[in-house]
């Protein structure tokens, strides 16, 4: 008797739902590729037909105007594109300071609603409930009248060492650039290098012995002590640019303007209530019984919230916890309102100026997108790292 032979699968076939599927989703792509084609086609049209100049040509002309805050040298000389990066650099620098800042604060404050102190818990639930409901643009303006019209002129500089603080913004001392400074930066690289094999080689420890090793402090003392090693090697330079008093304003040292200050304090005050929610939801989805686990293991109450809780509620944090960072990110869009020279006031002086209202506007948007990808991506990585793994 002739055994049944099953049908050949041919997965090229129409009756094949997977086949089928391929074929709706390119059709799906073409449609949607055809719609932005027509857009695109029927504004450069439209756009021609009324005399409006199109194109990104523009960026290789002059600028033709001044930028106040810059971390390189820019003039009114250089062109639009080099504009667009002196925006692009001062929106990176508000958007990753900002997530640093408002992270630490927003994880101290996120755990302090766990102390046991109800002056603690309290004082950490009035900073949540108040920066959290308080629109970040009202916070912006707010940081900044204060920082322009309470703080002294520069005459009367609050002074604190080296520091100066007043309406002109903060001034403070900076290395005078010498070859030391390089050999210290490659001791520092260095040092971030080793930090992979000693966590490596201190959870192996942990899962043959038992015997917590430090994963904070020591990597921190390895970077220190291998940048102030290449501090050495390179001759040990110590001079110091530091500001003084003028005629008319603080001269000389390094200087933070009080719109950079004001959008700074203004995000990561309003991003680190969202960020303690974040952390006290993370921390509260943990059993009970872990924590109760801990104190019977004779943990202390640091033990038990460093090593036991927040490693657990990670896998609920992050999630949530990237979706604060791009907020904050898109939210230094609102630093024009102050005067800070971020990507959307350079675009908007580029417009009026140019007339390229499409063009301007599609950096803008190809900048935030681009940051808010690679913040996803970085992020993702992160949380699949810290992941439960199933054994």
Same mark, same amino acid.
């Given at each position: 008797? =002739? ?49 409006? *100049? ?6 290789? *002309? ?22 667009f990066l002196?925006? @692009? ?5 508000v ?17 302090g ?5 109800? &002056? ?5 639930? =009035? ?60 001791g ?11 966590r490596?080689?201190?959870?192996? *420890? ?13 990597? @921190?003392?390895?970077?220190v ?18 500001p003084?008093? #003028? ?22 005050l309003? +991003?680190?209530?969202?960020?303690a ?20 293991? #004779?943990? =202390?109450?640091q ?20 979706n604060q ?6 939210n230094?869009?609102?630093? @024009? ?6 990507? @959307? ?5 580029? &417009?009026?100026? +140019? ?14 997108? +681009? +940051? ?19 054994r």
């Amino acid at each position: 008797m =002739t055994p049944d032979i099953p049908p050949k699968n041919n997965h090229w076939s129409w009756r094949s739902q997977a086949f089928r599927g391929l074929i709706y989703q390119l059709l799906a792509i073409v449609a949607i590729a055809g719609v932005a084609w027509f857009l695109a086609h029927n504004t450069l049209v439209n756009m021609k037909a009324r005399g409006i *100049q199109s194109g990104f040509d523009f960026l290789m *002309q002059a600028a033709g105007f001044d930028i106040g805050e810059s971390l390189y040298p820019f003039d009114s000389e250089q062109p639009y594109f080099q504009a667009f990066l002196v925006g @692009v650099t001062n929106t990176l620098r508000v958007a990753v300071l900002g997530i640093i800042l408002a992270t630490i604060l927003g994880t101290v404050l996120g755990v302090g609603r766990f102390s046991r102190n109800a &002056l603690v818990r309290g004082l950490c639930l =009035t900073y949540v409930e108040f920066f959290r409901n308080i629109p970040v643009l009202l916070q912006l303006l707010l940081w900044y009248v204060i920082l322009t019209e309470v703080l002294p002129s520069a005459d009367e500089a609050w002074v604190v060492g080296s520091f100066f603080l007043s309406k002109g913004g903060l001034n403070y001392p900076i290395p005078v650039w010498a070859s030391g400074h390089l050999w210290a930066l490659g001791g520092l690289i260095a040092g971030a290098g080793l930090i992979w094999p000693y966590r490596r080689w201190a959870r192996q *420890q942990f899962e043959a012995s038992g015997k917590l090793r430090s994963v904070f402090w020591v990597p @921190v003392v390895i970077v220190v002590c291998c940048s102030l090693a290449g501090w050495a090697l390179g001759g040990a330079p110590t001079a110091l640019n530091s500001p003084t008093k #003028g005629d008319f304003s603080i001269e000389n040292g390094g200087a933070l303007t009080p719109e950079f200050l004001a959008v700074l304090l203004g995000l990561t005050l309003y +991003t680190a209530a969202f960020i303690a929610e974040v952390v006290r939801g993370g921390i509260q989805s943990v059993p009970r019984g872990q924590g109760e686990a801990a104190s019977a293991l #004779g943990l =202390t109450r640091q033990q038990e919230m460093r090593l036991v809780m927040l490693p657990q509620a990670l896998r609920v944090i992050i999630p949530p916890l990237t979706n604060q960072y791009l907020n904050l990110t898109k939210n230094s869009s609102l630093a @024009v309102a102050i005067g800070y020279p971020d990507v @959307v006031s350079i675009a908007n002086t580029a &417009l009026n100026q +140019t007339g390229r209202a499409v063009e301007c506007i599609s950096i803008v948007m190809l900048v935030y997108l +681009t +940051t808010s990808l690679g913040t996803s991506i970085l992020m993702n990585w992160y949380n699949s790292r810290a992941a439960i793994k199933e054994r």
